[in-house]
């Protein structure tokens, strides 16, 4: 059975950081895309960033480049995402998920087989 579970979220003050891991298991994590998305009250789910099989190649939306990192450690069967010099509008549930690997880094919700439940990210201004 598969179970993504984020764990890290909270409140922190805008130009704080926070880092939110995911912990895999019931998959060959190695085989899978990881990415993360957010989604805001009101607002449809959207990209993040995403991680290839080997660590070698990240994506980020460009609200988020130069102040988030995503990461993974095929050994824990965790994927991080340090968020740095966060803005109120980084405020959403976030959530990981899981693309089995089809030749290329997806950035639809829809290509994404399996989501943990989400964890509450607040940025106060």
């Known amino acids: 059975q598969v179970q993504l579970v984020e764990s890290g979220g909270g409140l922190v003050q805008a130009g704080a950081s926070l880092r939110l891991s995911c912990a895999a298991s019931g998959f060959t994590f190695s085989r899978y895309t990881m990415g993360w998305f957010r989604q805001a009250p009101g607002k449809e789910r959207e990209f993040v960033a995403a991680?290839?099989?080997?660590?070698?190649?990240?994506y980020y939306t460009d609200s988020v480049k130069g102040r988030f990192t995503i990461s993974r450690d095929n050994a824990k069967n965790t994927v991080y995402l340090q968020m740095n010099s966060m803005k109120p509008e980084d405020t959403a549930v976030y959530y990981c998920a899981a693309d089995s690997w089809r030749g290329f880094v997806s950035r639809r919700p829809t290509d994404y087989d399996d989501w943990g439940k989400g964890a509450q990210v607040t940025v106060s201004s």
């Open positions: 991680i290839n099989l080997s660590t070698s190649t990240t």
